[in-house]
Antibody, heavy 122, light 108 residues
């Protein structure tokens, strides 16, 4: 059974870079059928897609975050990572990683990691 | 357009049928997927594609689509269905992802 687990600091100072890693177990991140994505949810608010990556390194980013986001993949470790630079309090959120299936005419995220709360505060 | 619009809140009597809708231009080209999120938990996929349920999702959940509107229908709502529901699709370009704002479902 495929499982995803987020890891990284729970507290980041304003103006610094948020860094998270998602470890995939029970399957290969190099599967040609899937992409891998990051989604966040500010406290009490809805879901926001951050970006997605293919095992080859091809990336897609939310235009509203693109200037600050870098998503990378390490196939040797079965992991992919998120870096978000110049963070502010508005970046405080639960960050989820998920597998993204994108096929003709549809797409979906499944499964999801449990999520990790990142607070931006000095 | 890269927006998906959902009603903020919907209620249903126990055992009755409820439809949660999602509107957006991209839905003319892509089927939506639907997620259930209970407090303090990660979202769970309940419907994807034309009308597909992942393993373990009860058959009271179904999906449909017409024009720019996707719908999630719960036939015979149960107390455990009380949750937030989000729709999701690619945008019209096909390369980006959008989520609806979410619908809070209350089962009375």
């Amino acid at each position: 059974q495929l499982q995803l687990q987020e890891s990284g600091p729970g507290l980041v100072k304003p103006s610094e870079t948020l860094s998270l890693t998602c470890t995939v177990s029970g399957g290969s991140i190099s599967s040609s059928s899937y992409y891998w994505g990051w989604i966040r949810q500010p406290p009490g608010k809805g879901l926001e897609w951050i970006g997605s990556i293919y095992y080859s390194g091809s990336t897609y980013y939310n235009p509203s975050l693109k200037s600050r986001v870098t998503i990378s993949v390490d196939t040797s470790k079965n992991q992919f990572s998120l870096k978000l630079s110049s963070v502010t309090a508005a970046d405080t959120a639960v960050y989820y990683c998920a597998r993204w299936a994108a096929v003709a005419g549809t797409s979906w995220f499944d499964p999801w990691g449990q999520g990790t709360l990142v607070t931006v505060s000095s | 357009s890269s927006e998906l619009t959902q009603d903020p809140a919907v209620s249903v009597a126990l055992g009755q049928t409820v439809r949660i809708t999602c509107q957006g231009d991209s839905l003319r080209s892509y089927y939506a997927s639907w997620y259930q999120q209970k407090p303090g938990q990660a979202p769970v996929l309940v419907i994807y594609g034309k009308n597909n349920r992942p393993s373990g999702i009860p058959d009271r959940f179904s999906g449909s689509s017409s024009g720019n509107t996707a719908s999630l229908t719960i036939t015979g709502a149960q107390a455990e269905d009380e949750a937030d529901y989000y729709c999701n699709s690619r945008d019209s370009s096909g390369n980006l992802v959008v989520f609806g704002g979410g619908t809070k479902l209350t089962v009375l």
